[in-house]
């Protein structure tokens, strides 16, 4: 099993609709949690951090459950250029940011 | 901006040579790494480095090496290169091991036949 899961997709929908991923960690001892987002044959680029409490950056939320050990990202009202892909990132503050396979949106006109 | 600069973008070698990958940060982080990325597997972890000539292995650290000489400059060394050694590499740094962005530099694309 792998250390991060997310569903590869790909998520197809049209503009101006709401979407939302998951993640989930196997290891509890995860501290640190981020959303990247890369765009085709582009490096990954923090999309936004993701705190216990849940945050909100403009149209994207993230939330986390500890409990359940799952990270979710919320985009609303998507636009063409939200089509990337999405990757979940976790760190366990050892030196290693251990990344899903990532989950690809398409945003459709 | 924080700067990583990756010189090779796209190089093609044969089987056996041996491959340099160079990696230079411009904001005296501290923490650098070297990831592989394949369709399907994602960003695989291959060495990091916490400090001028630290390292510790990642996840898949065979058949690679790295040196880290300078604080700005991480090298990523294929002694003999193999076609399943075809991939991105992606080299990246930050500032503190707890969680502080990762920044990445554009890729390196090698094909190796």
């Known amino acids: 099993r792998k250390e991060v899961e997310q569903d590869p997709g790909p998520f197809n929908v049209p503009e101006g609709a709401t979407v939302a991923f998951n993640c989930t960690y196997s290891?509890?001892?995860?501290?640190?949690f981020f959303w990247y987002r890369q765009d085709c044959r582009k490096e990954p680029k923090l999309l936004m951090s993701v705190y216990s409490s849940g945050n909100e950056d403009g149209r994207f939320t993230a939330q986390l459950n500890r409990a359940s050990q799952y990270i979710s990202l919320l985009i609303r009202d998507s636009k063409l250029s939200d089509s990337a892909t999405y990757l979940c990132?976790?760190?366990?503050?050892?030196?290693?940011?251990?990344f899903g396979q990532g989950t690809t949106l398409q945003v459709k006109p | 901006d924080v700067k990583v600069t990756q010189s090779s973008r796209y190089l093609v070698k044969r089987t056996g040579e041996k491959v340099f990958l160079e990696c230079v940060q411009d904001m005296d982080h501290e923490n650098m790494f070297w990831y592989r990325q394949d369709p399907g597997l994602g960003l695989r972890l291959i060495y990091f480095s916490y400090d001028v000539k630290m390292k510790e292995k990642g996840d898949i650290p065979e058949g690679y090496s790295v040196s880290r000489e300078k604080k700005e400059r991480f090298s990523l060394i294929l002694e003999s290169a193999s076609t399943n050694q075809t991939s991105m590499y992606l080299c990246?740094?930050?500032?503190?091991?707890?969680?502080?962005?990762?920044?990445f530099g554009e890729g390196s694309w090698l094909t190796v036949v």
């Open positions: 290891n509890s001892a995860s501290q640190s």
């Open positions: 990246a740094s930050s500032q503190t091991i707890s969680g502080n962005t990762i920044y």
């Open positions: 990132v976790v760190n366990r503050n050892t030196g290693k940011l251990i």
